[in-house]
C-alpha cells in the first residue's frame, strides 16, 4: 500500500517513468497532510484554559478532521487503483465485435470510476479547507501558521483533484454523467475560493 511507504520510498515511487502513483494520490496525500496538520492544531488548543470558550467546537472539529484523514488515506491507493482499472480495460483483446464492445464498456466504466473518485477527494479536501478557516479563527494563535497552510494544502488538493477529474471527462462520452461532474466541480470550486479568500484575510489578520 502506498500510504504504508516511508516517504523517501513513496517520493522514490512518484518521481519514477510509471505514471501511478500520479497527481491524483499526490492530492489525495497532499490533503492528507492537511487535516494531519488540522488535527495537530486542535490538538494544541484543547486543554488550553485560554480557549476554553471553544473547547467543545476545537473537539467537534478534530472528530470531524479524522474522518477526512481517514478517507484521504484510503484515496491515496485508490486514485492509484482506479487508474490501474483503466490500463487494465485498455489492454483487452479487440479482435471481434464482441471483444471490442466488452473492451469498450469496460473503458468506460473504468473512467467513469477513475473521475468518481478523485471528486470524492476534492469533497474531502473542501472539508479539510473548512475546517482550517475556522481553526485560523478560533483555534490556538500559537499556531495560526499552521492553521494557514493546512488550509493552503487543501485547497491546492482540491485544484488537483478537480484536474483529475477532468482529464478522466475528457474520455467519458455519457453526456450526463459528464454534466453532473462538471456542475459538482463548479460548486466544490466556487465554495472553495470563497474559503480561501476568507483563509487569506485571516492569516493577514493574525500574522500581519
Given at each position: 500500500?502506498l500510504?504504508d511507504?516511508?516517504?523517501?520510498?513513496?517520493?522514490?515511487?512518484m518521481?519514477?517513468?510509471?505514471p501511478?502513483?500520479?497527481?491524483?494520490?499526490?492530492?489525495?496525500l497532499?490533503?492528507?497532510?492537511?487535516?494531519?496538520?488540522?488535527?495537530?492544531?486542535?490538538?494544541l488548543?484543547?486543554?488550553?484554559?485560554?480557549?476554553?470558550g471553544?473547547e467543545?467546537?476545537?473537539?467537534?472539529?478534530?472528530?470531524?478532521?479524522?474522518?477526512?484523514?481517514?478517507?484521504?488515506?484510503?484515496?491515496?491507493?485508490?486514485?492509484t487503483?482506479?487508474?490501474?482499472?483503466?490500463?487494465?480495460?485498455?489492454?483487452?483483446?479487440?479482435?471481434?465485435?464482441?471483444?471490442?464492445?466488452?473492451?469498450?464498456?469496460?473503458?468506460?466504466?473504468?473512467?467513469?470510476?477513475?473521475?468518481?473518485?478523485?471528486?470524492?477527494?476534492?469533497?474531502?479536501?473542501?472539508?479539510?479547507?473548512?475546517?482550517?478557516?475556522?481553526?485560523?479563527?478560533?483555534?490556538?494563535?500559537?499556531a495560526?501558521s499552521?492553521?494557514?497552510?493546512?488550509?493552503?494544502?487543501?485547497?491546492?488538493?482540491?485544484?488537483?483533484?478537480?484536474?483529475?477529474?477532468?482529464?478522466?471527462?475528457?474520455?467519458?462520452?455519457?453526456a450526463?454523467?459528464?454534466?453532473?461532474?462538471?456542475?459538482?466541480?463548479?460548486?466544490?470550486?466556487?465554495?472553495?475560493?470563497?474559503?480561501?479568500?476568507?483563509?487569506?484575510?485571516l492569516?493577514?489578520?493574525?500574522?500581519?
Open positions: 500500500m500510504i511507504l516511508p516517504v523517501h520510498e513513496f517520493i522514490q515511487d518521481k519514477s517513468d510509471s501511478a502513483p500520479g497527481g491524483g494520490s499526490a492530492s489525495a497532499a490533503g492528507a497532510l492537511s487535516a494531519a496538520l488540522g488535527i495537530m492544531v486542535t490538538n488548543t484543547t486543554g488550553n484554559t485560554q480557549y476554553a471553544v467543545k467546537r476545537i473537539r467537534e472539529l478534530r472528530t470531524e478532521l479524522e474522518s477526512v484523514l481517514k478517507d484521504l488515506e484510503r484515496y491515496v491507493d485508490e486514485d487503483f482506479a487508474f490501474n482499472d483503466v490500463m487494465a480495460a485498455y489492454k483487452l483483446p479487440k479482435e471481434g465485435d464482441e471483444e471490442k464492445a466488452i473492451r469498450r464498456d469496460r473503458i468506460q466504466s473504468s473512467m467513469k470510476t477513475a473521475a468518481e473518485l478523485p471528486l470524492l477527494v476534492a469533497g474531502s479536501c473542501l472539508r479539510a479547507l473548512t475546517a482550517a478557516v475556522e481553526l485560523l479563527r478560533i483555534g490556538n494563535s500559537n495560526a499552521d492553521a494557514a497552510v493546512s488550509g493552503r494544502l487543501a485547497y491546492a488538493a482540491l485544484w488537483g483533484a478537480v484536474y483529475n477529474v477532468r482529464i478522466n471527462l475528457g474520455s467519458i462520452k455519457d450526463e454523467f459528464n454534466r453532473d461532474k462538471r456542475a459538482q466541480i463548479t460548486a466544490l470550486l466556487k465554495k472553495g475560493e470563497e474559503l480561501t479568500l476568507e483563509l487569506s484575510r492569516a493577514d489578520e493574525k500574522m500581519p
